[in-house]
């Protein structure tokens, strides 16, 4: 695409989302900051894909398709494991319980809601 300034440049790369982003541009580093959703980005015109794929350092496995716009590059995290843990006491049951059976009935699940139907009405 071509665009009128770096501003429209820059608004058009975070909604593409693209796995490389090359800052072709003077003063290329004064942007980097304003890239929210990129695999990578490739500052100045020495910065070359091929540099970051191979020997500069970060992760070569990048997200694609889009994908950077929720997305990270392959990093120490995406090695870890991570457990959600949940403990409602009966104060906690009573305060959000009417809430979770008002959200699971408008999504159609209608088993859990009356999962936290009965527990509230176990009182």
């Known amino acids: 695409a071509v665009v ?39 500052v100045g015109e020495n910065s070359t894909v091929v540099l970051g794929d191979y020997v500069a350092g970060p992760s070569h496995v990048l997200p694609t398709g889009g994908t950077a716009r929720f997305g990270s590059p392959l990093n120490i995290s995406d090695f870890i494991k991570f457990i959600n843990v949940v403990a409602v006491d009966e104060a906690d049951l009573k305060q959000l319980g009417q809430a979770a059976s008002v959200i699971a009935k408008a999504e159609g699940l209608d ?13």
């Open 4 to 42: 009128a300034s770096i501003d429209e440049a820059i608004e058009l790369a975070n909604l593409y989302a693209p796995e490389h982003l090359c800052l072709m541009i003077k003063d290329a580093a004064s942007c980097v900051d304003r890239i929210s959703n990129a695999g990578c980005i490739f």
């Open 111 to 123: 088993a859990h809601a009356r999962a936290v139907e009965k527990r509230l009405r176990a009182d």
